[in-house]
């Protein structure tokens, strides 16, 4: 019933209103904070052959090399610090929650675990604040180098505002040219009880500790940089 209640917020203004053109597109640019307003050249919807990007790794693939690379996986989860709840909410070590890679494959976030910071976006694909996200998380996640930092998108919804399959995250992945950057799929709503807000563009930064140390839903790239680097060791 929760996944239900948070699923109907972001989705209010999209679905079941019966206004006036003009006063559907008010409502919208209200309630998603000037999404509409993005620049037309990220109005576009992501699109995919299925097949991926000739030669580059899928998301399956990425996450072998980056286990390999930093030890990342569920053997590798702390304990949540004393003191320390689990949950979803800031200040509590976050708790499991299961996505899909593009390949249909469900995986655990636990398998990240190991990574000094987890910058985990969730993108509605119809929203063009989340497609600028999705487009600049390649570089920004480049920028940082070799650090031990996991670099998570998840779509989900579709162009349609519908639960996402696949293919969806496929196209979000070929799209903006994610390799480094692990791209999920949830087409369940499991991650939406990360949600306190309606608001599109949610950012979930955690630390070393796996603990929840900031949200917020925005789509600026020196934002989101530096709330990386304040966490990072």
């Known amino acids: 019933k929760r996944r239900e209640a948070s699923r109907s917020r972001y989705a ?29 050249d990220l109005a576009g ?24 690379e930093h030890g990342w996986g569920s053997g590798a989860c702390p304990p949540a610090p004393e003191g320390v ?45 989340c497609k600028k996200g999705g487009a600049q998380s390649e570089a920004l996640a480049d920028g940082f180098g070799d650090a031990n930092l996991a670099e998570v998108n998840v779509v989900v919804d579709d162009a349609n505002h519908e639960p996402p399959d696949g293919a969806d ?14 791209t999920f799929y949830d087409p369940d709503g499991a991650t939406l009880v990360l949600w306190d807000e309606s608001y599109t563009a949610l950012n ?21 940089e530096s709330t990386i680097a304040s966490l990072l060791p």
């Not at 999209?14 to 307003?37: D, K």
């Not at 919807?45 to 390999?68: D, H, K, V, Y």
């Not at 995250?169 to 692990?182: E, F």
């Not at 979930?204 to 989101?224: A, N, P, S, Y």
């Open 12 to 40: 209010v203004g999209a679905r079941n209103m019966n206004f006036s053109a003009l006063s559907f597109a008010c409502v919208a640019a209200l309630l998603f904070l000037g999404c509409a307003s993005e620049p037309d």
């Open 45 to 68: 919807t992501p699109t995919s052959t299925g097949s991926g990007t000739p030669g580059a790794p899928t998301t399956a693939e990425s996450l072998a090399i980056q286990q390999a």
């Open 85 to 129: 709840s689990v949950g979803y909410d800031i200040g509590e070590q976050l708790g499991e929650l299961t996505v899909f890679d593009c390949e249909g494959n469900a995986v655990s976030l636990a398998e990240i675990c190991g990574a000094d910071v987890t910058w985990l976006f969730f993108a509605h694909a119809w929203c063009p604040r």
């Open 169 to 182: 995250c496929q196209a979000w992945r070929d799209s903006y040219g994610q390799h480094d950057v692990l």
């Open 204 to 224: 979930v930064f955690l630390d070393g500790d796996r603990v929840i140390r900031d949200k917020m839903h925005t789509d600026v790239e020196g934002q989101i």
